[in-house]
Structure formats: structure tokens, C-alpha cells
């Protein structure tokens, strides 16, 4: 299945253009959603304002993942700058990880109202149930988790 772009939350746009967040510096994190989730309600700034995140229990945190081997660096040309992160999964075990529809990405913090929102996936049109044994894959596309050109 293929997911959306990445749509990106109002406020991070400010905090990227203002220094707020270091794309090459911080510690970012996705969590998982369910369609109940208002993930798509691009005003939100915060992670502690995101409702509906999926629950604890067979192999899914509600800490999230880090995304790993994060760079922000030059894109196919000059004019481009491109970040970029490695693979994120999940896989279920001992039972299923139901109800996903949306992953977002956050920066670490101290606290949930500390832990900017950078946007979101929509992984699929309708939430669906990871069966045990399965896992799930976000790959970033070969242009990065996003681009700027």
C-alpha cells in the first residue's frame, strides 16, 4: 500500500525557518494512529494535542520509533536540500496492531507539549488491523522523507 506525501503541520514551517528545530540535530519520532485520530488537522503544533494514537501492546509503544540515520543535506542539485531517514517498521507479535491509519512524525522532548509536530502519512484511505506475524514498513521515497527545491 502507499501512503501520502508527507503533509506537513502550519507550525512547522515557522520552526524550521525560525531555528526552532535542527532538521540535522534533533531526535525524531513516529507514532502510529487510528482513523479517530485528528492527525490531519494541520493547526496542531504539539504532540500532546494528537488524539487517537494507537495502544501499547504487541509490538507497537505509544513512545514511537526514532527515525534512524537522519540527514539533512543537498538533494539531486545545489538547489535542492533533502531529509532523509532510514526504514521505520513495526511488526505485530502475540496479537494484532489494529486501527491504523496515519503515522506522524514529532522531535523528541521533555514532555508531550515540548514534542513539536513536523506531519503526518496517511497510510491508507480507511484504517486497517497489522495481523500477527506482519509488519509494516515505511520506507521514505527516493527524494527523502521531504524535499525542498
Same mark, same amino acid.
Given at each position: 500500500?502507499?501512503?501520502?506525501?508527507?503533509? @506537513?503541520?502550519?507550525? @512547522?514551517?515557522?520552526?524550521?525557518?525560525? $531555528?526552532?528545530?535542527?532538521?540535522?540535530?534533533?531526535?525524531?519520532?513516529?507514532?502510529?494512529?487510528? %482513523?479517530?485520530?485528528?492527525?490531519? !488537522? &494541520?493547526?496542531?503544533?504539539?504532540? $500532546?494535542?494528537?488524539? /487517537?494514537?494507537? +495502544?501499547? =501492546?504487541? =509490538?507497537?509503544?505509544? %513512545? =514511537?520509533?526514532?527515525? %534512524?540515520?537522519? !540527514?539533512?543535506? +543537498?538533494?539531486?542539485?545545489?538547489?535542492?536540500?533533502? @531529509?532523509?531517514?532510514?526504514? #521505520?517498521?513495526?511488526?505485530?507479535?502475540? $496479537?494484532?496492531?489494529?486501527?491504523?491509519?496515519?503515522?506522524?512524525?514529532?522531535?523528541? /522532548?521533555?514532555?508531550? =507539549?515540548?514534542?513539536?509536530?513536523? $506531519?503526518?502519512?496517511? &497510510?491508507?484511505?480507511?484504517?486497517?488491523?497489522?495481523?500477527?506475524?506482519?509488519? #509494516?514498513? #515505511?520506507?521514505?521515497?527516493?527524494? /527523502?522523507? @521531504?524535499? &525542498?527545491?
Amino acid at each position: 500500500m502507499a501512503a501520502s506525501a508527507l503533509a @506537513f503541520y502550519n507550525e @512547522f514551517k515557522k520552526y524550521m525557518a525560525d $531555528g526552532t528545530l535542527d532538521l540535522d540535530g534533533n531526535i525524531f519520532r513516529v507514532t502510529l494512529h487510528t %482513523s479517530a485520530s485528528n492527525a490531519a !488537522t &494541520l493547526t496542531l503544533s504539539v504532540a $500532546g494535542s494528537i488524539t /487517537g494514537q494507537i +495502544a501499547d =501492546g504487541n =509490538g507497537y509503544s505509544t %513512545s =514511537g520509533k526514532t527515525l %534512524s540515520a537522519t !540527514t539533512w543535506a +543537498a538533494g539531486a542539485s545545489a538547489s535542492e536540500m533533502r @531529509f532523509d531517514s532510514t526504514a #521505520i517498521f513495526w511488526s505485530a507479535n502475540a $496479537g494484532t496492531i489494529p486501527n491504523i491509519k496515519f503515522a506522524l512524525i514529532w522531535v523528541s /522532548g521533555a514532555s508531550a =507539549g515540548a514534542r513539536k509536530l513536523v $506531519g503526518y502519512w496517511q &497510510l491508507s484511505t480507511a484504517q486497517f488491523t497489522l495481523s500477527a506475524g506482519n509488519r #509494516i514498513t #515505511i520506507t521514505p521515497s527516493a527524494n /527523502g522523507v @521531504f524535499e &525542498l527545491n
